[in-house]
């Protein structure tokens, strides 16, 4: 099925009536922002009812309108009355927001905006999948350095592998920031690369998010690792997943990612809302400097809870999360790299950064630029290995196929 995107899924018109002042405008404000939260990118308020707007109405109007232009979307008034239409005349608001006279002009808007781009929808019992395809070579897996060390907490600096951000495009793994091994040693944690920007949530006890992101030029930083994977390659497949009624997880995602590519071994990186996350980041630096006398596995017995911090409730409901991984679709039969890099228990490997709740444009073309927005332009919070029965909200997917 061939549908760039429908106006019922990609607008939401909101009747307005009567005085749009002081006293209402909180109202109104709050109809705007259930509708940029449910993930609508173009908004059209029908003003055929309305009789007056104040400034206090037009400041909202302006808000909103600054914040769904953030995520590639807009707001239009329909059938504006003239007397309405005056007021934003007067305070210059007619080049700032669009006006459209009559119904047909919302669909010619969409279609317009929309292009040429070929969306098909891909059947999936779980989450309505509406995917773009694109004829892109195949990607590459690269691992770096091992997990051998992490569980008797034996790393030394003659373990460390450091990678130039220009040679990884995304990555999952365990590393730091710094010049020198007696500068960053204190400082590995849980880490992802997206578009080569990268994020490390330091494996302290007060820690934060320590990131450096590119907005141009040449990304000569280097990255120093312990472990971790990292993979390249263009979007084969670009999904936007709308979750049904029953609870979709992230290893429903990594199923619907395989529904819709037959790769393999594929890459995936995702944003989406949260509807409450399960994860787990270690809370000591695994060097041997750190590891009590004779202990022998971090992930056992006593050691395990003074090791690793782990979910025990959902987290960070109703925020923004993006991440990347890799996944694959029968794990008994992958092998190399991939076999070492995904957990023997499960058939993906993945990291997510969680920034605050905000809108994000989801059309499918517009994944690359709403990736780059995001991550260049948000405050994050922290970043975890994530496990597959964190729940997920609507979103888009990125798809990188890795071959064999």
């Known amino acids: 099925m061939n549908d760039p995107l429908s106006p019922e899924q990609a607008v939401d018109k909101l009747?307005?009536?009567?005085?749009?002042?002081?006293?209402?405008c909180r109202e109104i404000e709050a109809l705007f922002?259930?509708?940029i939260m449910a993930g609508k990118r173009l908004i059209v308020a029908d003003m055929t009812a309305v009789s007056y707007v104040s400034s206090a109405g037009l400041r909202v109007f302006l808000s909103v309108q600054k914040e769904l232009k953030k995520a590639g979307g807009e707001v239009c008034f329909l059938a504006c009355p003239s007397t309405?239409?005056?007021?934003?005349?007067?305070?210059?608001f007619t080049k700032?927001?669009?006006?459209?006279?009559?119904?047909?002009?919302?669909?010619?808007?969409?279609?317009?905006?929309?292009?040429?781009?070929?969306?098909?929808?891909?059947?999936?019992?779980?989450?309505?999948?509406?995917?773009?395809?694109?004829?892109?070579?195949?990607?590459?897996?690269?691992?770096?350095?091992?997990e051998e060390k992490l569980p008797s907490a034996s790393y030394g600096e003659g373990d460390v592998v450091s990678v130039r951000a220009a040679d990884m495009r995304f990555a999952a793994g365990f590393a730091a920031l710094g010049h020198s091994f007696e500068d960053y040693?204190?400082?590995?944690?849980?880490?992802?690369?997206?578009?080569?920007?990268?994020?490390?949530?330091?494996a302290l006890r007060r820690s934060a998010v320590d990131f450096i992101v590119h907005t141009e030029g040449e990304m000569g930083t280097v990255y120093h690792f312990l472990?971790?994977?990292?993979?390249?390659?263009?979007?084969?497949?670009?999904?936007?997943?709308?979750?049904?009624?029953?609870?979709?997880?992230?290893?429903?995602?990594?199923?619907?990612?395989?529904?819709?590519?037959?790769?393999?071994?594929?890459?995936?990186t995702a944003i989406f809302e949260s509807k409450g996350l399960f994860g787990m980041r270690l809370k000591k630096i695994p060097l041997e400097e750190n590891r009590r006398p004779g202990?022998?596995?971090?992930?056992?017995?006593?050691?395990?809870?003074?090791?690793?911090?782990?979910?025990?409730?959902?987290?960070?409901?109703?925020?923004?999360?993006?991440?990347?991984g890799i996944s694959a679709r029968q794990r008994?039969?992958?092998?190399?790299?991939?076999?070492?890099?995904?957990?023997?228990?499960?058939?993906?490997?993945?990291?997510?950064?969680?920034?605050d709740k905000k809108p994000f444009n989801r059309m499918p073309d517009n994944f690359p630029n709403e990736l780059r927005r995001i991550v260049t332009g948000m405050e994050p919070q922290r970043v975890v290995h994530l496990m597959g029965r964190s729940n997920i909200g609507p979103g888009l997917m990125g798809i990188v196929e890795l071959g064999g």
């Not at 309405?84 to 210059?92: C, N």
């Not at 944690?189 to 949530?201: C, K, P, Q, R």
């Not at 202990?295 to 017995?301: A, C």
């Open 15 to 24: 009747l307005l009536a009567g005085r749009i002042d002081s006293i209402t």
């Open 33 to 35: 922002r259930n509708a």
């Open 84 to 92: 309405v239409h005056s007021v934003f005349e007067i305070s210059g």
């Open 96 to 146: 700032i927001f669009r006006f459209l006279s009559s119904e047909n002009e919302i669909t010619r808007l969409l279609t317009s905006s929309a292009g040429e781009v070929e969306i098909k929808e891909i059947p999936y019992d779980r989450a309505a999948l509406r995917v773009l395809t694109r004829d892109v070579p195949t990607g590459s897996l690269t691992l770096i350095g091992s």
């Open 185 to 202: 040693k204190g400082y590995f944690g849980e880490t992802i690369v997206l578009d080569g920007n990268i994020f490390v949530y330091p």
């Open 227 to 268: 472990h971790g994977l990292s993979f390249t390659g263009d979007f084969a497949h670009i999904v936007s997943f709308e979750p049904g009624d029953n609870l979709f997880t992230l290893d429903a995602l990594v199923e619907s990612a395989h529904t819709v590519s037959s790769s393999p071994v594929i890459g995936i």
């Open 295 to 324: 202990e022998e596995d971090i992930f056992s017995g006593k050691s395990f809870p003074e090791w690793v911090d782990y979910s025990i409730e959902a987290e960070d409901i109703y925020n923004l999360v993006v991440i990347a």
């Open 332 to 355: 008994d039969r992958v092998t190399g790299d991939a076999d070492r890099a995904i957990p023997r228990e499960g058939r993906a490997h993945v990291h997510a950064v969680v920034f």
